[in-house]
């Protein structure tokens, strides 16, 4: 933490906004990190410069043909200390991003503090109201002027920060979710397991189709086989079958989820059993018949658990637990975001106060 | 073609480059086609303005989530005249691309329009040489400044103009390719039939990898079984056997190409027998062994035609045709650019002259 990082004051600072009413990911911060790389130097050290748009060729290769890379964590208020949660996971999981589209992979240590800087800097934009927290942005894209499909020569490393409300104004809210057996997110050999660019947008067609239903959210079946439980939107999926929580194992197709893997941690700490497993639809649907499947939930950063009330499977609908938030779900959901607030103790060594 | 366009002038004009020596895509002409989208007016007339750099916020989301689209054409130069082939093609195609992406279409005919116009203002780019044409790039993305994963509300669609080489300076020569058993690069119902961002940064380590290899491609197969031939690097791909002319039938994940298409269209008028199949890759591996499969090669925008030479399958090289040339390669490239250079008859209407 002692290295120093160059910063370049703005003229002026906005005004901060009343972050309950405020767009989840649309009003930015008065700084962002930056740096640069390439060929000749690496990335460039790194500095923090005010909030600007960037100038970037028409051809740059990153929005040509994608490499494009993101990560997402935040940072959350308690009194006057601020509280990042695992955010080398992040880091190491943007180089695993980095690696696959053959980009360069970024300095951890430098990055880590450098946000660590930048949080500092921008203490007074991390939001303090219930479920509220400053959303955080790393990103690096490809931004060399030329249009041959190849690994890009130069690169942009930024992070941008976005002080958000609670997915449910910290209430956790039961959604309808719709099995999808047409359009893939991913499948081994791909990309689905990194946070690339390409993934998004891919998956923007169903989830209009399922909000066209009445369904919030996807879930994702396996690609080869489209029999195989993946993922729900844009979070990891767990269920609970006779009071054991299960949650597909990771393939190579499905993003390995932070909340997911912490989850899993906490859940072991607190007495749960928990299983990675091949899940078939079939056997879910099953579950969900018989009645030993009691509840659904998705996992991830913006919204930690997000419970699932209804899903429709193969054309027919079931309730989960009543369309009502399970016992467990509850319980892990408070437990975690009470360590992640720092009102519980932390007994994984996740947080970094700042 | 009669619709007038909004020119802004351009202070000075560059100095044009010996195209000859210049890198493909990395030199771009004194203007490029403008278009802005927003909800509320739809996509803006399109202007021409001198080429420039693009101010995109830093929370643009066609760079977070690959909502980004893109097409490729060539105009020839014969004498005086400027040819485009095919171009109303590349629009309806980016429409089909744009619609996958839950992106806005664009009015085919007034894109056409205006590219009209951009070419006839730089008519003088385009080069004469042997080999030699302008690269068209028509390309949308969304530049919102929003980071939830929906489709984005604003856009921008630009059209770049960068004068090229021959790929073999109008002859054709013989690549080595790889068939990749490990990574995928498309699945059905997944997005391999559109020209988007994502689908290029997640072929570039397969290509990374088969060039440390020694091998200049890679030839893709199915994304379920791993099996059925789809295609090369960036383009499709077409066998010769027992004197007919065979290319993957389109299934959801290969590109439909326009090479691909018109070189199916004027291979018949030539009287060539061609099929459209599901082909396994140990079949061609028995076609090679057994010397039925007499030439291999793979067809798009930028090559026309890429004769491969040498191929390794399973762990195995083979030599195709001697690493020569094939007869019916030649055939079709003299006769395809041809018609594209305005030298031969061009019985189909693929050719606009400006
Ligand atoms: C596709 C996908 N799956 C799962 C997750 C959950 O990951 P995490 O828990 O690290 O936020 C994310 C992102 O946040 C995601 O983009
Ligand atoms: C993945 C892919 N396949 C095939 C092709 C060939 O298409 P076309 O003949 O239209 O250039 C291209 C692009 O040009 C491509 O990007």
């Given at each position: 933490m002692g290295q120093t990082i160059q910063i370049e004051k703005a003229v002026s600072l906005k005004e901060k906004p009343d972050v309950s009413t405020v767009k989840f990911g649309t009003v930015f911060t008065d700084y962002m990190f930056s740096s640069n790389y390439t060929p000749e130097h690496g990335w460039e050290e790194p500095s923090i410069v005010p909030y600007q748009?960037?100038?970037?060729?028409?051809?740059?290769?990153?929005?040509?043909?994608?490499?494009?890379?993101?990560?997402?964590?935040?940072?959350?208020?308690?009194?006057?200390e601020v509280l990042l949660f695992r955010p080398d996971e992040n880091?190491?999981?943007?180089?695993?991003?980095?690696?696959?589209?053959?980009?360069?992979?970024?300095?951890?240590?430098?990055?880590?503090?450098?946000?660590?800087?930048?949080?500092?800097?921008?203490?007074?934009?991390?939001?303090?109201?219930?479920?509220?927290?400053?959303?955080?942005?790393?990103?690096?894209?490809?931004?060399?002027?030329?249009?041959?499909?190849?690994?890009?020569?130069?690169?942009?490393?930024?992070?941008?920060?976005?002080?958000?409300?609670?997915?449910?104004?910290?209430q956790l809210d039961p959604t309808a979710i719709y099995v999808e057996d047409d359009f893939v997110r991913a499948v081994r050999g791909g990309v689905g397991d990194i946070k690339c660019a390409g993934n998004y947008a891919a998956s923007i067609l169903a989830q209009q189709k399922a909000a066209e239903m009445g369904y919030e959210q996807v879930l994702w079946l396996d690609g080869v086989e489209q029999k195989y439980v993946e993922e729900v939107g844009s979070m990891n999926i767990f269920f609970v079958r006779n009071n054991e929580l299960i949650t597909p194992k990771l393939n190579g197709s499905i993003l390995s989820g932070i909340t997911r893997k912490s989850l899993i941690e906490l859940a072991e700490y607190k007495g749960y059993t928990v299983k990675e497993e091949r899940i078939h639809i079939d056997e879910l649907q099953a579950g969900l018949k018989d009645g030993s499947v009691t509840e659904i939930f998705g996992s991830g950063t913006a919204a930690v658990i997000s419970p699932v009330g209804r899903m429709r499977i193969h054309g027919e609908d079931y309730v989960v637990n009543d369309n009502q938030v399970g016992p467990v779900a509850e319980d892990l959901y408070s437990h975690y975001t009470g360590i992640q607030y720092g009102h519980l103790e932390d007994p994984f060594g996740w947080i970094v106060r700042i």
């Open positions: 748009n960037l100038e970037i060729s028409p051809a740059a290769n990153g929005i040509h043909y994608g490499q494009s890379v993101f990560e997402g964590l935040k940072a959350y208020k308690n009194g006057d880091f190491k999981r943007l180089n695993t991003s980095l690696e696959r589209l053959a980009m360069p992979k970024i300095n951890e240590e430098v990055s880590l503090n450098a946000l660590y800087e930048l949080i500092k800097l921008e203490r007074d934009w991390v939001p303090g109201g219930p479920g509220q927290s400053l959303y955080i942005r790393p990103f690096v894209f490809a931004d060399e002027a030329f249009l041959g499909v190849r690994s890009a020569r130069t690169y942009q490393y930024n992070i941008i920060l976005s002080p958000v409300a609670g997915y449910y104004g910290g």
